[in-house]
């Protein structure tokens, strides 16, 4: 591997950020080497070899900027304990397997993951189009939502359900119907929120690491690009073409290194407040449909029609799902519809039982 490009220049990084900078770069180097042992594909093995190299190359440079102010250099930091505990996850799990907190801990060349090894019969990328390319289903959405209804129905289902074997009445029944409907969907909200949330931030750190190594030493972030792409199946020499051509458009060059070596497509991340919405919107649909026969009658039949309105609906998901399984959709609606019924029976029989035991 070729060196990097030579130390920035006194007027354009701080003292703080050499230091910093050789803290990360030195941190790396050792993650780089212990995931290198770990991973038993040799040639994503090596990958993490020669990016280990690169840090440690990258960590030499900061070395001399500081050396070269008169500044004392930092002793190499041990591993962490965030660092020690994926590295022990990663082990008995596998890299693949905890690809999400190794992002956190500035892990580059994950996105090598997603790629067939040349020997496993796949194609080879053979241009950048087919090594950025990603196999996106417009049904995304569409499968987020019809699981978000089907959680909803499930939950809320089996709530009444349990409800009803205490003994409540029609009554008790719509006000513990409608407390699980809000209270599952402001739960379901608040979690999507928060998982978002947190992947964006991920991102935005990452991509701002991404874009002042990019500024500072371009030729050494076109090495580990390349490195990357070789571990994705290109010759050396036309993974170097590729990594030259990307870096030389910073703008694209931002994007194309938060896909390779974050692992993180920009694509992927939406709005925080929608992702809440819509979670909120597909759970309470779910726990709605159990309450309308409540709602429409207070007559003790009102329970009997909230059972047969649940389990049709819980054959409709089931059959709905099948589109994204490929399964027959008549059996694919049956299990769920079994799945639903344990469900229900269960919360049931255990409401009948703390009933006769608080009477």
Same mark, same amino acid.
């Given at each position: 591997?070729?060196?990097?490009?030579?130390?920035?220049?006194?007027?354009?990084?701080?003292?703080?950020?050499?230091?910093?900078?050789?803290?990360?770069?030195?941190?790396? @180097?050792?993650?780089?080497?212990?995931?290198?042992?770990?991973?038993? +594909?040799?040639?994503?093995?090596?990958?993490?070899?020669?990016?280990?190299?690169?840090?440690?190359? *990258?960590?030499?440079?900061?070395?001399?900027?500081?050396?070269?102010? #008169?500044?004392?250099?930092?002793?190499?930091?041990?591993?962490? &304990?965030?660092?020690?505990?994926?590295?022990?996850?990663?082990?008995?799990? #596998?890299?693949?397997?905890?690809?999400?907190?190794?992002? @956190?801990?500035?892990?580059?060349?994950?996105?090598?993951? +997603?790629?067939?090894?040349?020997?496993?019969?796949?194609?080879?990328? @053979?241009?950048?189009?087919?090594?950025?390319?990603?196999?996106?289903? #417009?049904?995304?959405?569409?499968?987020?939502?019809?699981?978000?209804?089907?959680?909803?129905?499930?939950?809320?289902?089996?709530?009444?359900?349990?409800?009803? #074997?205490?003994?409540?009445?029609?009554?008790?029944?719509?006000? @513990?119907?409608?407390?699980?409907?809000?209270?599952?969907?402001?739960?379901?909200?608040?979690?999507?929120?928060?998982?978002?949330?947190?992947?964006?931030?991920?991102?935005?750190? *990452?991509?701002?690491?991404?874009?002042?190594?990019? *500024?500072?030493?371009?030729?050494?972030?076109?090495?580990?690009?390349?490195?990357?792409?070789?571990?994705?199946?290109?010759?050396?020499?036309?993974?170097?073409?590729?990594?030259?051509?990307?870096?030389?458009?910073?703008?694209?060059?931002?994007?194309?290194?938060?896909?390779?070596?974050?692992?993180?497509?920009? +694509?992927?991340?939406?709005?925080?407040?929608?992702?809440?919405?819509?979670?909120?919107?597909?759970?309470?649909?779910?726990?709605?449909?159990?309450?309308?026969?409540?709602?429409?009658?207070?007559?003790?039949?009102?329970?009997?029609?909230?059972?047969?309105?649940?389990?049709?609906?819980?054959?409709?998901?089931?059959?709905?799902?099948?589109?994204?399984?490929?399964?027959?959709?008549?059996?694919?609606?049956?299990?769920?519809?079994?799945?639903?019924?344990?469900?229900?029976?269960?919360?049931?029989?255990?409401?009948? &039982?703390?009933?006769?035991?608080?009477?």
């Amino acid at each position: 591997m070729s060196a990097p490009s030579p130390s920035p220049s006194a007027g354009t990084t701080s003292l703080e950020d050499a230091r910093e900078g050789y803290l990360e770069e030195s941190h790396s @180097a050792l993650m780089y080497t212990e995931l290198a042992a770990i991973e038993p +594909d040799a040639r994503i093995a090596e990958m993490f070899r020669q990016l280990s190299g690169a840090a440690a190359e *990258q960590a030499n440079l900061w070395a001399q900027r500081l050396r070269a102010s #008169g500044q004392p250099v930092p002793v190499p930091p041990a591993l962490g &304990l965030r660092s020690r505990c994926a590295l022990v996850l990663a082990r008995r799990l #596998g890299v693949k397997a905890t690809k999400s907190m190794l992002v @956190a801990l500035k892990v580059r060349g994950l996105s090598a993951y +997603d790629a067939a090894p040349p020997s496993a019969g796949h194609p080879k990328a @053979a241009s950048v189009a087919d090594i950025g390319r990603r196999h996106r289903s #417009g049904g995304g959405n569409l499968r987020a939502a019809v699981f978000g209804v089907n959680d909803g129905l499930v939950s809320n289902a089996s709530l009444i359900m349990g409800m009803a #074997g205490a003994a409540a009445e029609s009554q008790t029944l719509l006000l @513990a119907g409608v407390a699980g409907l809000l209270a599952g969907a402001f739960s379901m909200a608040a979690g999507e929120y928060v998982s978002v949330r947190s992947q964006r931030e991920v991102f935005e750190y *990452q991509i701002g690491l991404e874009r002042a190594e990019l *500024q500072e030493y371009p030729e050494a972030e076109a090495e580990e690009l390349a490195t990357i792409y070789q571990a994705k199946g290109l010759a050396r020499e036309e993974a170097e073409r590729v990594a030259r051509a990307l870096i030389a458009d910073p703008e694209r060059a931002l994007d194309t290194l938060a896909r390779e070596e974050l692992g993180l497509n920009p +694509d992927d991340l939406g709005s925080p407040w929608g992702a809440a919405t819509s979670s909120f919107a597909a759970f309470a649909v779910g726990a709605a449909i159990p309450l309308v026969p409540l709602l429409l009658s207070r007559s003790p039949s009102a329970f009997g029609w909230a059972v047969g309105l649940s389990a049709v609906s819980l054959f409709g998901v089931g059959a709905l799902l099948s589109w994204f399984t490929g399964r027959s959709a008549f059996l694919s609606g049956l299990r769920m519809l079994a799945i639903g019924a344990a469900a229900g029976a269960a919360t049931f029989l255990i409401g009948r &039982l703390v009933g006769v035991s608080l009477a």
